[in-house]
Structures are given as structure tokens and as C-alpha cells.
């Protein structure tokens, strides 16, 4: 009899690559190809992908035997959940994985926002000492705001309270007294606008989230207001922020996620006050290899129909 047939439509890690190889049929294709992608799902039993691969009604259509659909890593805003439902396709995240190198791609482009360590760094490269045009500002005693107290924003919160922080929070779905143990106070979403003087996103991209922090919400703020988003591209409105750095209504920003992904361009990237990333957030290989053998795991026992544990 023919083994299952896994399609990796990015790229997983060895040892991910490795548990499944053993039990399946392991096939790789480029999944941001649509042209290659949609006849390629045809035959498969499941198919592992991380953001590149949009996994729509569209390639259900296409995947007659598809039982699984796993993502290696923790955002499912690329994956239709509904239309996987609807064509009764298991749905996996690894969400574990890199909640901590996430969290600490998250404080790095803070620590570099804060210091103008990139630009620093490409000044001298080019044989330019400037030290009082990169003067930055501490961390200390100064007020931290966190958008989204989940995994991420968790760890967050703790690592920045580690730098003599105050950290106050912005999540309707968390308990206070569970923020409370954490040392972090929850408030209102234009409480946290108006107090912060760094802002770090780790909402997950919704109807709700999208845009949430926009152009009413950027008149709000401290004009030293230094802003992190490592979660999802749109969660800050990109037209508002490039507006409100250009009116020094914000004082910088840190960016991995955009809008529309690769982003090899963008208004933002012409602002000396902004750093940016590739969507590097979840890319240590300590993540890469939870996640490849986290959702690995999980395909093989949602394939051998047995009962996937959250990870
Ligand atoms: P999580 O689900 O554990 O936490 C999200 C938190 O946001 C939850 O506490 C939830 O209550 C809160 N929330 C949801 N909707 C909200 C709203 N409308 N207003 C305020 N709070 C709201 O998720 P996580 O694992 O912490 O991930 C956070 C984000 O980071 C996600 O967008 C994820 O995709 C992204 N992420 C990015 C990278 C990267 O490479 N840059 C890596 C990992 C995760
Ligand atoms: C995630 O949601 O896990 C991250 O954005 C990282 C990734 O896409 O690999």
C-alpha cells in the first residue's frame, strides 16, 4: 500500500522533515506559487505551511484528500479555518514554538529603536562617526504599554519589566488579577496610548485587530512614543504611521510584519527612524526546529486519526 503524501509548501526544519519521512511520503513545493500549488495539492493527505502559503477555499477545492492542514508556527491568518471546517480538513498550529523568540525579536527591535542601533551600525559602515546624531533614550522608569497579553505579550511584558519598566497592558480577554500576578496593570486601549512610551503589538490579526491602531489612534500618543510591531502586518494602519512619523507625532518605530508580505518596499523604510525586519520574528533555529517537530508530530497523529493535543 502507497504512504500518505505530506506536502511541505515551505520550509521545515530537518528534524521535522525527518519524523515524517519516516511514515510518509514527503513532497516539497514552493507554496506562495499558486500555479504550482493548486495542482500539487491534488494527491496529498496533509500539507505543511508558515505564511507565505495563503491556504483558501480555493486550494481546498483542488485537495480531494487532503485530512490536514498544519501550520509551523503560531499565527493562522494565512489559513481559512472556516472553509477547512467545511471541507472537513484538520486545521494544526505549533503554537509553542517561538513565543520566545518571538518575544525576544520583539525586545531587540525595541532595544534597537530606542538606541538607532541600525542606523548607527550603517553610518559607521560607511565610515561616518556620528554619535550625537544617535543620542537614544533608556528604558528605565519609562512606561511600556503591550497590546495583547497572550503568549507573547507575556513574555514581553516580563522581559521589559527586567529593564525597570512599567508595564501596563491593553486586553479586553485577559483578567486583571491575572495581570495583576504579573506585575502588569490592564487598562483601556486610549489609557495605554496616551501613558506609553514604547508600544509593543502582539495582537493576533482579526477583523477586530486590523487597524486597530490607526490614524485617531496615532494622534493619541506621546510624540516619543517608539512603537514595535512584531505580530501582524495592518494591526498598525502602515499609511497612518508613515503620516504621523512624517508629522513627528511618532517618535519611531520597529517593524518585522507588513501589511502585504514580502515587503521589499514600503513608504516606511525611507524613515531614518524606522527599523525593520523580514518577518524575522519567529527565526532562531531553536524555533524552527520546535515548530518543524511540533507540527510534524501533530500531522502524524491527526493522519493516523488519533486525538492532536494542543502543543
Ligand atoms: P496569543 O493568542 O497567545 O495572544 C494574543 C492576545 O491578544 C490574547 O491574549 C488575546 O486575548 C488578545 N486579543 C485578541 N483580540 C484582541 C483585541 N481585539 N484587543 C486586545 N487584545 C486582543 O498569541 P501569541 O502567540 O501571543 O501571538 C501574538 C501575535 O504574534 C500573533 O499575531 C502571531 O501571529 C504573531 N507572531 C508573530 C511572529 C513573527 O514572526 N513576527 C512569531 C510568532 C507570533
Ligand atoms: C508565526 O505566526 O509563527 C510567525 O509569524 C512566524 C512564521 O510565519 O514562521
Request: proline share 4%.
Amino acid at each position: 500500500m502507497s504512504k500518505p503524501v505530506v506536502l511541505v509548501a515551505e520550509e521545515l526544519s530537518p528534524a521535522g522533515i525527518e519524523v515524517l519521512s519516516a511514515d510518509f511520503d514527503v513532497r516539497h513545493i514552493d507554496g506562495a506559487d499558486r500555479s504550482a500549488l493548486l495542482p500539487a495539492v491534488a494527491d496529498v493527505d496533509a500539507l505543511i505551511v508558515r505564511s507565505a502559503t495563503k491556504v483558501n477555499a480555493e486550494v481546498f477545492e483542488h485537495a480531494k484528500r487532503l485530512r490536514v492542514v498544519a501550520r509551523a508556527g503560531v499565527g493562522l491568518d494565512n489559513v481559512d479555518v472556516e472553509a477547512a471546517t467545511k471541507a472537513g480538513v484538520m486545521v494544526v498550529n505549533a503554537p509553542t514554538s517561538n513565543i520566545v523568540t518571538a518575544a525576544e525579536h520583539a525586545i531587540a527591535l525595541l532595544l534597537a529603536t530606542a538606541r538607532n542601533v541600525p542606523q548607527g551600525h550603517s553610518a559607521l559602515k560607511q565610515g561616518e562617526w556620528k554619535r550625537s546624531k544617535y543620542t537614544g533614550v533608556e528604558l528605565q522608569g519609562k512606561t511600556a504599554g503591550v497590546l495583547g497579553l497572550g503568549r507573547i505579550g507575556v513574555l514581553v511584558a516580563q522581559r521589559l519589566a527586567a529593564f525597570d519598566m512599567e508595564v501596563i497592558a491593553y486586553d479586553p480577554y485577559v483578567q486583571a488579577a491575572r495581570a495583576a500576578q504579573l506585575g502588569v496593570k490592564l487598562v483601556a486601549l486610549d489609557e495605554l496610548l496616551r501613558e506609553s512610551d514604547f508600544i509593543s503589538v502582539h495582537l493576533p490579526k482579526t477583523p477586530e485587530t486590523l487597524g486597530l491602531i490607526g490614524d485617531k489612534e496615532l494622534r493619541e500618543v506621546k510624540p516619543s512614543v517608539r512603537i514595535v510591531n512584531a505580530a501582524r502586518g495592518g494591526i498598525v494602519d502602515e499609511n497612518a504611521l508613515d503620516l504621523a512619523l512624517k508629522d513627528g507625532r511618532v517618535a519611531g518605530a520597529g517593524l518585522d510584519v507588513f501589511s502585504s508580505e514580502p515587503c521589499t518596499d514600503s513608504p516606511l523604510f525611507h524613515h531614518d527612524n524606522v527599523v525593520v525586519t523580514p518577518h524575522l520574528g519567529a527565526s532562531t533555529h531553536e524555533a524552527q526546529e520546535k515548530a518543524g517537530t511540533q507540527v510534524a508530530r501533530s500531522v502524524k497523529l491527526a493522519l493516523g486519526g488519533e486525538f492532536v493535543p494542543d502543543a
